[in-house]
């Protein structure tokens, strides 16, 4: 495999200067030097073009397809059954951020629900909302987002009170509404469907929680593994184990400290390290994929979405215990299938696991990590479809501000990050050293125990967990992170991928200090204010 490593030396340009200069550290330039007022970082890592199919077909793969995981999400981890056990209202749904599609339901229910919206939601003014009955008729009729219901009893309606099942789409983090009907603060939205754009207010932990057996998205959860002596990586003090009970997986899953809103696990490696939703419109422009810029080819990033994160029973197969071998190391790979297992048993869980393979290539590629991978037709025709979702327009209350910092952003950003974001993000892997400068990791698994890479950790951050076990590593790169689309940030409630920064102007505030991560800065206020007002008016129109 080749190497995408760069090593990036920063000084100071000015004493309110962001970033130097990006060199290679094996030989071959990837990113070099540019002068001041550049227009962007100058690189010979080419982007990644993925295929695309059609459109038309990969909207309904994005918004409905489930490649069979319903069977994991209604028969092991019982999300349906828990809605119902516990009564859930829409409204309740609404709290967690989940979003209600209006042209899904029908003309007397809109009605009512548009009334209520207008009302003080309780139970005795906003009885709608407040009707465990009527979530059930919104599950039934496809209008919760990202929850899709289908009909696996094969009685010509879908009912999940008479044996149809839920599974999970990408709409669940990568759709909105536009809110026309209802919004709650902080949580979800009643009106027409915005696709691509990130929920930054789904608690999906909560949403699992919701579940009867949560135990069931083991392998998905913050570990404590006897392999890792015990130890374990993730927000959380201490880590789960097969013996976790489903409270002590509740109260996990539910703490915002450990599993933030807005966030989704994207491993299966038993390291805690919900990832901030991402947007997921112009695909044409972004790659790699993942923080860790570890895939590269967004039809990948999706077949390993669905082949371990919407199902991960696959991790009990050979090809997924061979990747978790291949991450994790052989002891720990083979104590978490192993132990998954052991809880799918407790808990009563069987025929898995459930996806619907189109094909069982070689495991270990980025092709098929698990060693399946489901219909490809469908996931380059997803491809196209995200291609074509525009980013929705920045957001500029004072145009003389944004030029300002347009200027700023002009001297002081563009070693990394493209003024025009009309282009493709750099495809070149940010080293964590420079991204993170307090980085200081030690080792906690070498690559004696057969791991793609050593595992490595910086004691008390939890900014690199990310990375310590899964990295770029997998495509020939380097531990570090990927950067991101620079679009729809007015909409962003924080910022980084673990959360950490609430603000755009804390983000660029030298207060947070030198060793934090993304640690570049404007001392003064003004500076910081204008550069704030031209990234929230970024959009894909030069």
Known sequence: MRSNSIRAALGALAATSILAACGSDNGGPVAVPVASGSDGPVSTEQPVVHAVGDPVLGK???????????????DALKLQQGMMATRMTPLQALRIGLMIDSDAIDATTLLALTNEAKTDLSPA???????????VKLVNANAVIGIVAVDSAN??????????????SCTLCHAITDASVMNVAGGGSIGKRLDGRANH?????????TGLNTRAYYPV???????????????????????????????????PAYYPVGSFDDTVDGNGDPQHNSALFR???AAPWGTDGGIARLDNFSNLVYTALLDPTNVTSPGGRAFLRKFGG?????????????????????????????ASPVAGTEDAPLGVRVDNTKLIAMNGYLNSLQAPPGLVADSAAALRGRDLFRTNCTTCHNVNQSLPVPAFTVPMKTIFPGDSPVVLLAARDAPLNPILDTPGSIYDDKVAVVNASQRGGIRGSQLPLLLDLARKPNYLHDNSVPSLDNLLDPARGAL???????????????????????????
């Open 221 to 255: 959860l913050q570990l404590a593994l006897a392999a890792n002596g015990g130890k374990t990586l993730g927000r959380a003090p201490t880590g789960l184990t097969p013996q976790s009970t489903e409270a002590e997986v509740d109260a996990y899953l539910t703490n």
């Open 330 to 358: 052989t002891a720990a790979g083979n104590e978490i299938a192993d132990g998954y297992v052991s809880v799918l048993a407790q808990t009563g869980v069987t025929g898995y696991p459930y996806l619907i393979a189109a």
């Open 60 to 74: 309904q793969v994005f918004r409905f397809e489930l490649f069979g995981n319903e069977r994991f999400w209604t």
């Open 283 to 285: 695909t044409d422009l």
């Open 125 to 135: 003014k906003a009885p709608t909302l407040n009707d465990p009955a009527m979530l």
């Open 155 to 168: 009685t010509g309606t879908i009912d999940i009170t008479k044996g149809s099942k839920t599974g999970a």
């Open 201 to 209: 207010n789904l608690n999906f932990g909560t949403l699992i929680a």
């Open 516 to 542: 934090a991560p993304h640690p570049f800065y404007f001392a003064a206020k003004s500076q910081r204010d204008d550069m704030s007002e031209f990234l929230r008016g970024l959009t894909t129109t030069p």
